[in-house]
């Protein structure tokens, strides 16, 4: 007798008028609330295409270079006066001089010093390297007059690539207008190419920016990532598994998880710090060389793979540790055979984006003297090295106009390193991961 009343009650309350309007309130909040994410996403896509899409149209020209063709004569008596092309021999030639020679020929009408020290400059200091490259390749070039291409300099380079106001005041402009009626001159001759630089890619750093390249900070970042990663990944792992699975839940352990979860947030400078005073200064480890470097992001990333390698481990069912303990395992092969191979796509994604956090890193490596200016590859861990974003900081801080493209090119190669390390973590995390 009571429950037909309340369901008539219930079944009215339903479909009144009120109960209506509030479904439809609720149905357009939900549209809106549908809306309002997409727009937020529209706009973070659109930002993120304006900003790599800016950095690559600045970061074009560092991708190309240009060279002018200029018929060099390999004088026999120069270059080999005992006959025989040597090292010796070669280190002894005035390679510069002799493609500054042949430039001149091409200008008979430019005879006075002054004129010629202005047409010589249109060449990159670096001029030499293509002839003697040129030469080593084949001896019998003695006593022949070769083409060869070899690059301009900074000025003219842009001044070719066209990011040079020709139709400004010659005061307002670094090129002169004479040299830009030599290089009209010269292309009008054919003499002049634009080509990809592949100069960037293999090289190290150079005071003339249509010489530096990126290959030394690259291999810097690999090898300071490498002491990084063999010293983080293990000594995190067993930290976060000791914690997670085998020590005793009291104070000391409270404390030790605070500390760790805060030493997360800690700016990276203050491990730059802690890197200056105890590995040069107490231990007395050479400055600005990777070794240092990684013990220095090592402490800086240990924080995030403990805590990303517990959550992982919390991830992994009890069932699980319950099974391989009812078969007589104990706990080190229960946490070593069954629960750290099953969290170990969650650990691998934690450690890599960790990775990637390190590989970003400038400040800490400042401290400890990864600033400093360095020609050389490095060969080994103690070498002098700097790593990718201190070689944009100091091309960033650079006078020369050209290193400008230079920083945004290298802005590029950093953020593919890190788009391929992120990518990676998400296809561990999508090719190992299980659901419970």
């Given at each position: 007798m009571t429950d037909r009343p309340i369901a008539h009650r219930s079944s009215v309350s339903f479909t009144s008028v009120a109960s209506k309007a509030r479904l439809a309130r609720r149905y357009r909040?939900?549209?809106?609330?549908?809306?309002?994410?997409?727009?937020?996403?529209?706009?973070?896509?659109?930002?993120?295409?304006?900003?790599?899409?800016?950095?690559?149209?600045?970061?074009?020209?560092?991708?190309?270079?240009?060279?002018?063709?200029?018929?060099?004569?390999?004088?026999?008596?120069?270059?080999?006066?005992?006959?025989?092309?040597?090292?010796?021999?070669?280190?002894?030639?005035?390679?510069?001089?002799?493609?500054?020679?042949?430039?001149?020929?091409?200008?008979?009408?430019?005879?006075?010093?002054?004129?010629?020290?202005?047409?010589?400059?249109?060449?990159?200091?670096?001029?030499?390297?293509a002839l003697r490259r040129t030469i080593e390749q084949n001896q019998d070039l003695l006593d022949q007059t070769v083409p060869v291409w070899v690059k301009l300099s900074d000025d003219i380079d842009l001044l070719v690539k066209g990011l040079v106001d020709t139709e400004s005041d010659e005061g307002d402009r670094r090129v002169s207008d004479r040299e830009i009626a030599w290089i009209d001159a010269l292309q009008k001759d054919g003499r002049i190419r634009t080509g990809f630089n592949w100069t960037f890619f293999s090289s190290g750093d150079s005071r003339e920016p249509e010489l530096a390249g990126v290959w030394g900070a690259v291999v810097g970042s690999l090898l300071t990532l490498f002491v990084t990663l063999l010293i983080s990944f293990p000594i995190g792992v067993v930290a976060a598994a000791y914690l997670e699975e085998f020590?005793?839940?009291?104070?000391?352990?409270?404390?030790?998880?605070?500390?760790i979860n805060n030493l997360a947030a800690v700016p990276s400078i203050v491990y730059g710090l802690l890197g200056l005073a105890v590995f040069l200064n107490f231990f007395g480890l050479p400055r600005s060389a990777p070794l240092v470097g990684g013990l220095v992001l090592a402490l800086m990333t240990?924080?995030?793979?403990?805590?990303?390698?517990?959550?992982?481990?919390?991830?992994?069912?009890?069932?699980?540790?319950?099974?391989?303990?009812?078969?007589?395992a104990s706990d080190l092969q229960v946490v070593m055979h069954h629960v750290v191979p099953l969290a170990m796509p969650g650990i691998l994604t934690g450690s890599i984006i960790g990775m990637a956090r390190a590989l970003g890193e400038s400040a800490p490596l400042l401290m400890i003297g990864m600033v400093a200016f360095i020609v050389d590859i490095p060969g080994s861990f103690t070498d002098p090295a700097t790593v990718l974003p201190v070689q944009i900081y100091i091309w960033a801080d650079s006078p020369e106009r050209a290193f400008l493209a230079k920083t945004s090119a290298a802005t590029v190669v950093l953020l593919a390193f890190l788009i391929f390390m992120n990518g990676l973590a998400v296809l561990l995390r999508k090719k190992f991961e299980r659901r419970w």
């Open positions: 909040a939900e549209r809106r609330f549908r809306l309002y994410g997409m727009v937020a996403v529209t706009a973070a896509a659109a930002f993120l295409f304006i900003l790599l899409g800016s950095m690559l149209i600045r970061a074009w020209p560092a991708f190309t270079v240009s060279k002018v063709r200029i018929d060099v004569e390999f004088n026999a008596a120069e270059v080999a006066p005992d006959g025989q092309v040597t090292a010796a021999n070669l280190n002894d030639v005035n390679f510069q001089g002799m493609a500054r020679k042949a430039l001149y020929r091409l200008f008979p009408d430019v005879k006075k010093r002054k004129a010629k020290r202005a047409l010589g400059k249109i060449l990159s200091s670096g001029a030499d390297i020590a005793p839940k009291n104070r000391w352990t409270e404390v030790v998880e605070v500390n240990l924080p995030t793979i403990i805590i990303a390698t517990r959550a992982a481990l919390k991830s992994v069912p009890p069932s699980i540790r319950e099974a391989a303990l009812g078969i007589g």
